[in-house]
């Protein structure tokens, strides 16, 4: 079991340029997954942790409904947003500038084959992260994601997530409200969800928050509910 993990921060990246670059590092470590399993070999597989920002981009998974997007293409150019179908889990959401994304490629073999105590270790490490800077975060039943005043009516999300997993080898992830424009999530029914408030942590703290520290952060906690070893 490898838990060396590469830590890779992308920058501003386009999203489908995102998308592709993960595509890549699955495929190959499937291919060395496929190889040991054919040939009886043990070659150890990667693992990786990307951290990345996107410009305005609206993406739709598989069991979403894409009329949860409230534009049209004018309305999209408007915007300067983008719009894409893709292949992780879960409803629609909105990517941008001031948004932390994560992307870990891993291979569960390496940790844990869970899918469900994957997102569940993913959502504790940002649960973990707001807590540092004194904000109190938990999950809402029955949904995915982290999620503030979650049991009452002011219940609002600021960090959804989507993966997609295949023969146990991790893609997309998360997406966590750190300095976002959240006028954008008035474009979408947010993960399909109508009744629920989307925030983020300049909101909530009234003032923007330095990105490299919640990513300092956040790494830290994956790392340590993971035990991963990270290689910067």
């Known amino acids: 079991m ?31 997954k496929t190889s040991n399993r054919n040939n009886g070999t043990t070659e150890q597989t990667p693992n990786y942790l990307i951290f990345c920002e996107h410009p305005h981009v609206y993406t739709l998974g598989k069991s979403g409904h894409s009329e949860n997007l409230l534009l049209d293409e004018d309305g999209l150019k408007e915007k300067h947003a983008t719009y894409y179908k893709i292949n992780r889990g879960g409803d629609i ?11 870990p490629i891993l291979d569960l073999d390496n940790f844990f084959t869970d899918i469900h105590l994957y997102l569940r270790t993913l959502e504790e490490a940002v649960i973990l992260t707001l807590a540092d800077f004194g904000i109190p ?7 995915t994601g982290v ?6 009516d002011k219940a609002r999300k600021i960090c959804a997530m989507g993966v997609r997993c295949s023969r146990w080898v991790t893609m997309h992830g998360f997406a966590f409200n750190v300095n976002t424009n959240l006028d954008y999530f008035k474009n979408i029914v947010p993960c399909g969800i109508d009744d629920k408030d989307v925030t ?13 520290t919640v990513k300092e952060v956040l790494r830290t906690h994956i790392a ?5 070893e990270i290689a910067l």
Do not use: C
């Open 2 to 32: 490898n838990k060396n993990v590469k830590f890779v921060d992308w920058g501003m990246v386009d999203y489908q340029e995102a998308w592709d670059r993960q595509e890549l590092l699955l495929n190959e470590t499937v291919a060395i």
């Open 93 to 103: 959401t909105y990517h941008g500038p001031g948004q932390l994304v994560g992307y």
């Open 137 to 143: 975060a938990g999950r809402y039943p029955g949904f």
């Open 147 to 152: 999620w503030l005043d979650a049991d009452n």
């Open 200 to 212: 983020s942590m300049q909101r909530e703290l009234g003032h923007e928050v330095d990105m490299n």
């Open 224 to 228: 340590d509910l993971f035990h991963m």
